[in-house]
Structures are given as C-alpha cells and as structure tokens.
C-alpha cells in the first residue's frame, strides 16, 4: 500500500510540476511584452514623470519575478535529484530480491 501512495504522491507532484511550468512559461513571455506596451503608451502621450516611475517598477517587479524564479528553479532541481536518489534507493531493493528469488530457485532445482 506504501508504494501505491508513493507513486500517487510522484503523479501528483508531477501534475503540479507541469502546471508551474505552464504558469512561469506564460509569465515569460507575457510580461516583457505588457511592460514593453505600457512604456511605450507611457512614452507617446508624452507622460514623462510616469514613464521614469513605470521603468523603476517594471525593473523591480521583473529582477523580483526572476529571483523568485531562480529559487523555484533550485528547489525543483532539488527535488528532482531526492527523486531520482529514492528511485534508485528502489531498484536496489529490487535487485537484492530478485537476486534472492534466483538463488531460491537455483537451489530449488538442485
């Protein structure tokens, strides 16, 4: 039973895993652009004071959105490799079973 919840629990991680990849996808293609379009309405009607307090904003908000990105980044690497060790952990378990299951057998047939 541990291992079924085990595998739920990857499925779901997994499903949540893509949906982050979606969302940071949709940021980093999107923001640049809307911050882009409002500098540049900012800049043709000719609102000066705006446009230098909309270009300090955009700066901050987008080296904000790029360390929080960093950060998700390290930890999904994190917890991809915690993963990969426990994966590993697993098929060890395996071998040492099926070895023993071919030993039984051997000496089944002796």
Same mark, same amino acid.
């Given at each position: 039973?541990? @291992?079924? *919840?085990?595998?739920?629990?990857?499925?779901?991680?997994?499903?949540?895993?893509?949906?982050?990849?979606?969302?940071?996808?949709?940021?980093?293609?999107?923001?640049?652009?809307?911050?882009?379009?409002?500098?540049?309405?900012?800049?043709?009607?000719?609102?000066?004071?705006?446009?230098? @307090?909309?270009?300090?904003?955009?700066?901050?908000?987008?080296?904000?959105?790029?360390?929080?990105?960093?950060?998700?980044?390290?930890?999904?690497?994190?917890?991809?490799? *915690?993963?990969?060790?426990?994966?590993?952990?697993?098929?060890?378990?395996?071998?040492?079973?099926?070895?023993?299951? *071919?030993?039984?057998? @051997?000496?089944?047939?002796?």
């Amino acid at each position: 039973m541990k @291992r079924i *919840n085990d595998i739920s629990l990857l499925i779901l991680n997994h499903n949540k895993t893509i949906r982050e990849v979606k969302l940071w996808s949709y940021a980093a293609w999107s923001t640049p652009f809307v911050a882009l379009f409002v500098l540049f309405f900012l800049q043709i009607i000719g609102w000066d004071q705006w446009y230098a @307090r909309a270009l300090v904003s955009g700066a901050v908000i987008m080296f904000s959105i790029a360390v929080i990105w960093w950060w998700w980044a390290i930890f999904k690497v994190a917890s991809i490799s *915690n993963s990969l060790l426990d994966t590993a952990d697993k098929l060890k378990e395996v071998s040492v079973e099926l070895n023993a299951i *071919n030993r039984s057998l @051997r000496q089944k047939d002796k």
